[in-house]
């Protein structure tokens, strides 16, 4: 099946400053790739997503790219804000429904 | 339109015991997917039911089981509880769709502790 890694697990940055986060996956056939950030206490919400046909996609400070060669897609938040302050979650999902999640990675923004 | 809702929110039960999770998708929605969230390990996917079948099984043992409702609200059961079951239960539906990309709703969760 699907193995999805995530990376860094925790991740700081000065407010104001870019955050990145990696994802790598294991299986070709999956083509759709969400992101979900998910706050203390609160439930998982989806900030962003990108389907296997596109390359980039951008939203307002955030973006994701992928390289479905290399397998593997990354999340960009641009100028971070405190709000920004969350766990945030990729995931892989082929033709099916069945989505693969990271591990998570706890992003925090000093202000 | 309301949201995905689980019940109940928090559960506290001892080892050996088995116990109901219950969730209600939004409105519309036929698919409904369960996963295990424990610190470090992400969310983990259980298994998704659609039109009350199951459609998809992640890797669990059989202690954990489902079903769908003819309304599309589901049950998750797991049976002889240990202490590693205890964890954040989320469930998650989505509308049926023609695309194979059906964004995921997620309910509040229910938080079993395992005694």
């Known amino acids: 099946g699907e193995n999805v890694e995530q990376h860094p697990s925790t991740l700081s940055v000065q407010e104001g400053d870019s955050a990145v986060i990696k994802c790598t996956y294991s299986d070709s056939a999956s083509n759709y790739f969400p992101w979900y950030k998910q706050e203390l206490g609160k439930r998982p919400q989806l900030i962003i997503d990108?389907?296997?046909?596109?390359g980039e996609k951008k939203d307002q400070r955030i973006a994701v790219t992928l390289n479905k060669t290399a397998k593997h897609f990354s999340l960009h938040i641009t100028e971070t804000q405190p709000e920004d302050s969350a766990v945030y979650f990729c995931?892989?999902?082929?033709?099916?429904?069945?989505?693969?999640f990271g591990t998570g990675t706890s992003l925090t923004v000093i202000p | 339109k309301a949201g995905v809702t689980q019940t109940p929110r928090y559960l506290i039960k001892t080892r050996g015991q088995q116990v109901t999770l219950s969730c209600s998708p939004i409105s519309g929605h036929r698919s409904v997917s369960w996963y295990q969230q424990t610190p470090g390990q992400g969310l983990q996917f259980l298994f998704e039911?659609?039109?009350?079948?199951?459609?998809n099984k992640g890797n669990f043992p059989g202690r954990f089981s489902g079903r769908q409702f003819s309304n599309s609200r589901s049950e998750m059961n797991v049976s002889t509880l240990e202490l590693g079951d205890s964890a954040l239960y989320l469930c998650?539906?989505?509308?049926?769709?023609?695309?194979?990309?059906?964004?995921?709703?997620f309910g509040p969760g229910t938080r079993l502790t395992v005694l």
């Open positions: 995931a892989a999902s082929n033709t099916g429904n069945q989505f693969y």
């Open positions: 998650a539906s989505s509308r049926p769709s023609l695309s194979s990309y059906n964004e995921q709703f």
């Open positions: 990108i389907r296997s046909n596109v």
């Open positions: 039911y659609f039109s009350e079948t199951q459609r």
